[in-house]
């Protein structure tokens, strides 16, 4: 820290039990534990998980969810990256989704940020401002449209529900080094401080991370642009705390009109990134001193602070030509890597992995055949390629290298100061939301690939809930969702083919009556209906990873049974 009469005292404040904040971000340690191969076992498993970061144990307790035992390799024994910085901070909803399936989304509410107001500066004009809550695309799901934490808390209450689930297999400092495709399995070679040990898994899910070896070892085609854009992240404690909002600025007097973000995290700590001169020395832009001039022209002379945590980055985009090589499967960094724009590199690393366990958990069943795994490729990749085009356009706005794109820019924020049409083109960010798996192999009728939010409703037995619950009801599979009458004889074809599928059918009504025995749900407030599109009688099947695959109208049993085989690849 530096001398400056400025900075508050650095007093590590106590968040959690394990973890301190103040100077460093004082990070949990697991123990290594000597695996079972390394004492002569054979060691044979249906999923083997390489990296425990935000995908890898999304992944893993996903999985533990769906009954796959699952073991997890490391090569680090902590969560984050030691001695580093907040790293990501913004969840969108679609994952905060995924986090309330996995049991750990009151936590991350409890110590988190919730927002919806953003704002855009330019020098100390607004052009623009925005309030998600307000848009019909976030404003119906139980959850936020975002929540700010720093990453290391998320892998954290991760790490606690893996071991919560008793199913996942943790191993600490164990580095794979080496892989061999052989006949119905994996092998896969894992240095330890112990020593060398082999395993062999039937299917691989590599989150690894943009430096993980398995790219290499198969040999996966990847393409990468680089770009020249460099950041300063500065994590600050203040006395007197801003907005809760996200403000950004594209170019900010205090940043030598280059662009600021400000963001507000948990443990009352801000991250602000600052955009560097292409020929700054990110060294020196990153020393404490450096920092404290910063944020006395942002803040004023007199602020009071204390800088948690300060360090440089820059990024590059690079996608994998393909997401799956034979058994193994890329999610993550190691499948994608983009700007920081917007928070969708993380966010599409946990919904990699929701996208692909409900498909390999009923392949391993026997309830889907492997085909079902293609189209994990076909949709994530289409995901990551979209992400990455438009987080390349961001950099493009906030840092343009050529001519046209800096007349593009300096006429929106000109126009922008008096005109709303204008306002839209500014670009900061375009904030993650959810890809429509428009062209996907599995969709079987009308909407399908759209993200479903997570709606509230009356579960089957009478409980007050919303769809993440409803799937859990179901058991993770298929919902069927029905708006037609259900009389004695329909209900017993589709008790047959819950039989035969992995699908579970329930009543959609508006108001609770007599259904007899069949399963009902209630949208007291008609919300799933709109989400859903229902117009008239219908059929929605929903995937487990709360994907409409498809409305059908005036559905029978043979045209549900069509839609089930086509959705889980067996037609």
């Known amino acids: 820290m530096p001398e400056d009469p400025a900075v508050l005292p650095v007093k590590p404040v106590t968040t959690v039990a394990g973890i301190t904040t103040g100077g460093a971000y004082e990070l949990p340690v697991y123990p290594f ?3 079972a191969e390394l004492r002569g076992k054979i060691g044979r498993h249906a999923v083997v998980v390489v990296g425990a970061g935000l995908a890898g144990l999304t992944a893993a307790c996903d999985l533990a969810l769906h009954g796959v035992p699952v073991v997890v390799l490391d090569d680090d024994d902590t969560v984050g990256v030691r001695g580093a910085s907040s790293r990501g901070i913004c969840y969108a909803q679609k994952s905060l989704e995924i986090f309330k399936r996995l049991g750990i989304f009151d936590r991350i509410a409890a110590r988190g940020v919730s927002w919806s107001v953003g704002r855009t500066l330019a020098g100390n004009d607004e052009v623009f401002k925005f309030d998600l809550k307000s848009l019909p695309s976030f404003g119906a799901s139980e959850q936020p449209p975002f929540i700010n934490l720093q990453q290391f808390y998320i892998e954290w209450f991760l790490v606690d529900r893996a071991y919560e ?14 892989c ?17 040990y082999e395993l062999e898994t039937q299917w691989v899910i590599d989150c690894s991370g943009s430096h993980g070896p398995l790219r290499t070892l198969l040999d996966v085609p990847v393409r990468t642009e680089h770009v020249v854009d460099r950041w300063c992240i500065s994590d600050v404690r203040f006395r007197t705390r801003p907005p809760a909002e ?23 700590v801000w991250r602000l990134d600052y955009q560097m001169a292409p020929d ?8 404490p001193a450096v920092v404290a001039d910063r944020l006395r022209r942002q803040f004023g002379p007199g602020v009071e602070y204390e800088l948690v945590w300060v360090g440089p980055y820059s990024y590059r985009s690079q996608c994998l030509e393909t997401f799956r090589v034979g058994r193994v499967f890329f999610a993550g960094d190691a499948a994608h890597v983009m700007s920081p724009f917007g928070a969708r590199g993380g966010n599409s690393g946990i919904q990699d992995a929701d996208n692909l366990v409900w498909k390999l958990a009923l392949v391993l069943e026997g309830k889907a055949p492997e085909r079902l795994l293609d189209s994990y490729d076909a949709e994530r990749r289409v995901a990551a390629q979209q992400n990455i085009r438009i987080t390349t356009r961001t950099a493009r706005f906030l840092s343009p290298q050529k001519s046209i794109d800096r007349l593009f820019r300096d006429a929106v924020i000109s126009l922008a100061r008096e005109y709303p049409f204008a306002r839209g083109f500014v670009n900061t960010g375009r904030l993650s939301s959810p890809t429509h798996y428009g062209d996907s192999p599995l969709n079987v009728g009308a909407g399908g690939g759209r993200s479903v939010q997570n709606i509230a409703l ?24 029905i708006t037609q009458p259900v009389d004695r004889y329909f209900a017993q074809e589709l008790e047959l083919l819950e039989e035969r599928y992995p699908v579970r059918f329930f009543r959609v009504q508006t108001r609770a009556g007599d259904n007899g025995t069949f399963p009902t749900i209630i949208d007291t ?25 498809g409305s059908i109208e005036q559905a029978g049993a043979p045209d549900i049974e069509r839609a ?3 959705l889980l690849a067996q037609g």
């Open 165 to 178: 689930l008793g199913t996942i297999d943790l191993r600490w400092k164990n580095k794979l080094v080496g």
């Open 246 to 268: 996200r403000w950004t600025w594209i170019h900010a007097p205090f940043n030598d009109d280059r662009a600021v973000w400000q963001h507000l995290m948990a443990d009352d």
């Open 525 to 549: 407030d008609e919300r799933l209906g709109a989400e859903l599109g229902f117009d008239g009688p219908s059929t929605c099947l929903v995937r487990p990873d709360l994907h409409l695959a």
């Open 458 to 481: 009356t579960l089957p037995d009478g409980r007050r809930g919303d769809l993440v619950d409803l799937l859990e009801y179901a058991a993770y599979r298929v919902l069927g969702l």
């Open 180 to 196: 061999e495709a052989r006949r119905d399995a994996m092998a896969i070679t894992v240095e330890t401080p112990a020593g060398r």
């Open 280 to 287: 700054a020395d990110p060294a020196e832009f990153s020393q």
């Open 564 to 566: 089930l085989r086509r």
């Open 33 to 35: 534990v000597e695996p």
